[in-house]
């Protein structure tokens, strides 16, 4: 099959992706084989290639918003038949017997498998994945084009979003405006509440305000309207953490969105930081996902998007890191 694969991570402008012709592989015991009909590509994967995270499998193939059908099943996989619709994720599998696993907090098993970084993802024509973590989308009508990108920012932002704490009649602010951030917005505007968004981008600008933002500026220069029940921040920078943190009331829940951070400094404890809640996104969680699949199909949830065909994905990933993509996200059509 083909498949576009890291062996020495380098500038995307460099070429780091590899094109290569690597056998179909075969499913274990519980996996399934999925043949890739869609992925979408991802700021985490251009962190792969480039080399802002470690490699943890070497060669690597990316891609870990995999939208196919089931091609082939293992010997004792039989939640799903060959020609089903799956979603594969970040989550490729977990152990299932450790404390997190089993108390429903498998996103800290540490023995966590992640797709396009511990084992092969789906910037390739076949991925594998255990059937239990496989996302259900038999009975789903959103297009596979619209899915894609659910697979990662879609069910990581309704993630932040539920750990965040905000409810009905509540107002979130948001630090950031890439994909996650959106569909956190498309959301908390279908219950009502009243959304706050910093960014410097004059395109997310205008992008935050067609779908209902009710505010959209910048922090680093002006104060939100009011101050805001819960703040989800998305920026590798800790600069704005503060700047954050003093637009949010004391009972209010931070949600730090990022992998990598730069040093985050509180000068003002008793002002800024008193009271609240800090909390990260750490890998992604099931539950989270289904729900948000369903949930996003109740919506109808779509998403401005680039399609992008296998061979130009090197291209594509140039593209996203210059910031010259058209709409919010990229997914690769095979
Ligand atoms: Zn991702
Ligand atoms: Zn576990």
Not at 52 to 63: E, R
């Amino acid at each position: 099959m083909k498949a576009w694969v890291v062996e020495r991570q380098k500038k995307i402008e460099e070429h780091p992706l590899v094109l290569k012709n690597l056998p179909v592989p075969e499913p274990g015991e519980h996996e399934i084989r999925v043949k890739v009909t869609h992925c979408g590509i991802c700021r985490t994967d251009l962190h792969i290639a480039e080399g802002d995270i470690p490699l943890s499998k070497v060669p690597i193939v990316p891609g870990h918003e995999i939208v196919g059908i089931v091609d082939s099943l293992g010997t004792h996989a039989n939640r799903f038949s060959v020609g089903d619709r799956v979603g594969v994720s970040w989550l490729n599998s977990t152990c299932g017997t450790c404390k997190y696993c089993l108390r429903g907090d498998e996103n800290y098993c540490p023995s966590i498998k992640r797709t396009g970084y511990d084992v092969d993802g789906g910037f390739a024509e076949y991925v594998l994945v255990h059937e239990d973590y496989a996302f259900d989308l038999r009975n789903v009508s959103l297009s596979s084009e619209n899915l894609a990108p659910i697979m990662c920012p879609g069910i990581t932002g309704h993630y932040a979003f539920r750990i965040s704490g905000i409810e009905n009649g509540e107002r979130l602010g948001m630090l950031g405006f890439g994909p996650t951030a959106y569909y956190i917005l498309r959301v908390a505007k279908s219950m009502g509440m009243e959304v706050y968004i910093s960014t410097r981008s004059p395109e997310h600008k205008k992008i935050a305000k067609k779908y209902g933002a009710d505010w959209v500026g910048n922090i680093a220069q002006e104060d939100f309207p009011h101050k805001v029940d819960a703040f989800i921040y998305f920026p590798a920078t800790g600069k704005l953490v503060e700047r954050a943190l003093a637009n949010t009331v004391p009972a209010a829940t931070l949600v730090l969105g990022a992998v990598t951070m730069s040093p985050i400094y509180i000068e003002n404890y008793t002002a800024n930081l008193w009271g609240r809640t800090v909390k990260t996104i750490y890998q992604v969680r099931r539950d989270y996902g289904a729900e948000f699949i369903k949930l996003a199909d109740k919506l109808n949830l779509d998403i401005e998007k680039e399609i992008v065909s296998f061979e130009d994905v090197p291209n594509a990933m140039v593209r996203l890191k210059q910031g010259k993509i058209k709409g919010m996200v990229q997914v690769i059509k095979f």
